[in-house]
Nanobody, 123 residues
Framework: QVQLQESGGGLVQAGDSLRLSCGMSGRAYAVGWFRQAPGKDREFVGTFIWDSWVATYSDSVKGRFTISRHNVQTIAYLEMNRLKPEDTAVYYC???????????????????WGQGTQVTVSS
């Protein structure tokens, strides 16, 4: 069992930057970031393979968002630049169990979830 806790959300203006953190109680194969806007389905944002440092992003955030990790501690980051009002959502980090060998873009591929943190981008 891995526990996750997001932090760093808030209210920003369009064009601003924000960095979310995801603290984990243990290692994972991959860390995914998802978001859910009011009245919409949960959406894949990106995923990060822990040991290989390989990241994959959705088209909607590619080039603006970057996922990384702490060199030593089990913390993942989501750096969000050039934020847009349509980025407004609750952002979740999720972990795929470290015994897995693959994790993709769908929420069911992730075993542990944080509670989410609100990001609001005003125009």
């Amino acid at each position: 069992q891995v526990q996750l806790q997001e932090s760093g959300g808030g209210l920003v203006q369009a064009g601003d930057s924000l960095r979310l953190s995801c603290g984990m109680s243990g290692r994972a194969y991959a860390v995914g970031w998802f978001r859910q806007a009011p009245g919409k389905d949960r959406e894949f944002v990106g995923t990060f393979i822990w040991d290989s440092w390989v990241a994959t992003y959705s088209d909607s955030v590619k080039g603006r968002f970057t996922i990384s990790r702490h060199n030593v501690q089990t913390i993942a980051y989501l750096e969000m630049n050039r934020l847009k009002p349509e980025d407004t959502a609750v952002y979740y980090c999720a972990a795929a169990d470290r015994r897995k060998i693959a994790a993709g873009t769908t929420s069911w591929e992730y075993d542990y979830w944080g509670q989410g943190t609100q990001v609001t981008v005003s125009s």
